[in-house]
Structures are given as C-alpha cells and as structure tokens.
C-alpha cells in the first residue's frame, strides 16, 4: 500500500500539493489585488471595512489551502496522537495571537493572526514531513513555480488598476480584472509550470 512506501507517498504527496497550489495561489492574489471591486460588487458599499481583511488574510490562505492536505501523513502513517499534539501548541498560540491583536481591534486580530500563521507555517510542515522523509526543500521546489506565476498575474493586475480610468465602477473593474488575471496566470503558467498543469490535467482526467 502507498502509505508503507514513503517514496512513492512523497512522489503522489506532491503532486497534490503543486496541484492545489496551482489553483489556490493566483486566487489568493487575486483576491488581495481586487478586495475592493469584489466586496463593493458583490457586498456593498457597507461591507467596506472587510476589504482591508480580506487583504490582510489572503496570504494566509494560500498557507492554509497546502496545511490542509498534513493531516493525511498523520494518519496515513498512525501517527493521530502527534497531530493532536501539534493542535493544541497551535492552539495556544492562535489565542495568544488573538488576545494579543485584540488591543488594535479586529484588524489587529487579522494582522496578529497573519504573522502567527507564518511563525507555525515551518513546523506545521516539517512535523508531519519527518514521518515521510519529505525535506522542505523538496515541498518548496513543487511551490516556486506557481508562487512566480501568481506574481508575474499580481504585477499584471497592478498595472492595470493603475491604467484604468479613475471612478470606473467597481463592477466594471472586477469584470476586467478576472479575466486578464486569469489569462496572464495561465500563460506565465504554461511558460514556467507546464509540468504541473499536465499533472493537473491527468489527475482530473483531462488528460491520459
């Protein structure tokens, strides 16, 4: 079975993580670049205090879409008790964050949250990695590629928001910038991390 054979559990691991990434990541930018048109468009004017959330939080969730997927190394190598571990030193740490955020208000929370997230972000993952004998590097050579990709669509989008005309309706700016993202990811995708895209492919069966 894959799970007593480490080397194959890595090879299948990371081709999950690359995956996810691939589809998690520009949409994290994404959201950072168009907070405002999207929560204007779909929310409101009076939801406007969320737009600085959501940008505070969307680099979290990239982090957050690969910590997911630690869980299965937990328990597909028994090892639930050292996860349970790991969860309540995290938890400490999240409240203690959020207590110590509280005295700048939510904002301070998001942004208290943010940094914690990224101080755990290391042995979150080096943790379960031992249990396969995944070294860091290794998980960050499946990440490079679509992290450039989603910033080369950043610096793209940026741009653009810089072009458009000043008072375009938000609706207008999201229109336009969804797609161009999503057509300027995809080529700079295609360009650096076409292996990854035909992995992705395969494992939703577009592809043989």
């Known amino acids: 079975q894959i799970q007593d054979d480490n080397g194959k559990f890595r090879s299948a691991y990371l081709k999950v993580i690359g995956s996810i990434a691939l589809i998690t990541f520009p949409m994290?930018?994404?959201?950072?670049?168009?907070?405002?048109?999207?929560?204007?468009?779909?929310?409101?004017?009076?939801?406007?205090?969320?737009?600085?959330?959501?940008?505070?939080?969307?680099?979290?969730?990239?982090?957050?879409?690969?910590?997911?997927?630690?869980?299965?190394?937990y328990q597909a190598k028994g090892r639930p008790d050292l996860q349970f571990r790991w969860g309540i030193v995290s938890g400490i740490l999240i409240l203690t964050a959020f207590v110590i955020g509280l005295q700048w208000g939510i904002v301070g929370v998001a942004v208290a949250y943010v940094i914690a997230s990224f101080l755990w972000c290391y042995p979150s993952f080096n943790i379960p990695f031992s249990l396969i004998h995944l070294p860091m590097r290794d998980f960050g050579a499946v990440l490079w590629r679509p992290l450039v990709a989603s910033l080369l669509m950043l610096l793209v989008l940026v741009g653009l928001k810089f072009l458009l005309p000043t008072g375009l309706a938000s609706g207008w700016v999201l229109g336009i910038l969804i797609p161009i993202g999503g057509i300027s990811y995809l080529f700079a995708s295609w360009c650096i991390n076409r292996e990854q895209i035909q992995q992705l492919l395969v494992m939703v069966g577009l592809n043989k």
């Open 28 to 73: 994290m930018v994404g959201l950072w670049v168009a907070a405002e048109p999207f929560v204007l468009t779909l929310l409101g004017s009076q939801w406007q205090p969320v737009i600085l959330l959501l940008m505070i939080l969307a680099p979290v969730g990239m982090e957050q879409s690969l910590g997911t997927t630690v869980g299965t190394i």
